[in-house]
């Protein structure tokens, strides 16, 4: 029989990975201790499981911190996929949501996320797919729960722009 394993009463798991998202030092420290791992002999797909990430991209963390020291471990602007909609965009179609689909000649009275995506093509000629446009529609400050769409942001902040 094995030994028992500690087990925490305050905090969840979530709560703990939380505060590791929560402070740049936290992932800096966690990909450092990755690239000690490294430098102890393990391999970087063994420790991908435990930090949960690729193995391609503990080796981009060893390649950076062994060109460009702690510094390359820093998450640098301009990384990562850019947006479809400008911010202006994403503003105009916040107003958009918050009127009913019928304004703008759907046969719906309700949004959906399939209607939200027929909606930016029409109106700017972007093609999205629907798990795109449920997380869209999140970032923007909505949720679609099969009622009229819903604002989760103040209706006071909102300057819809006619």
């Not at 009463?9 to 800096?28: P, W």
Request: charged fraction near 25%; proline fraction near 2%.
């Amino acid at each position: 029989m094995g030994r028992k394993v500690k087990k925490l009463k305050n905090f969840t798991t979530e709560q703990v990975e939380a505060l590791f998202e929560s402070d740049v030092n936290y992932r800096i420290a966690i990909k450092l201790f990755a690239i000690l791992l490294i430098t102890r002999g393990y391999s970087s797909r063994v420790l991908e499981n435990f930090f949960r990430t690729s193995f391609k991209q503990i080796c981009n963390w060893a390649d950076r911190f062994d060109t460009e020291g702690v510094k390359g471990l820093f998450l640098k602007p301009g990384r990562g996929r850019r947006a479809h909609l400008t911010s202006q965009q994403k503003e105009q179609l916040l107003c958009d949501l918050s009127k009913p689909p019928t304004m703008f000649g759907y046969k719906s009275t309700n949004w959906t996320g399939a209607l939200i995506g027929e909606h930016i093509k029409k109106v700017y000629q972007i093609d999205y797919k629907l798990s795109a446009v449920y997380n869209l529609t999140r970032n923007i400050g909505f949720s679609i729960t099969g009622r009229p769409i819903k604002r989760n942001v103040d209706a006071s902040k909102n300057k819809c722009v006619i």
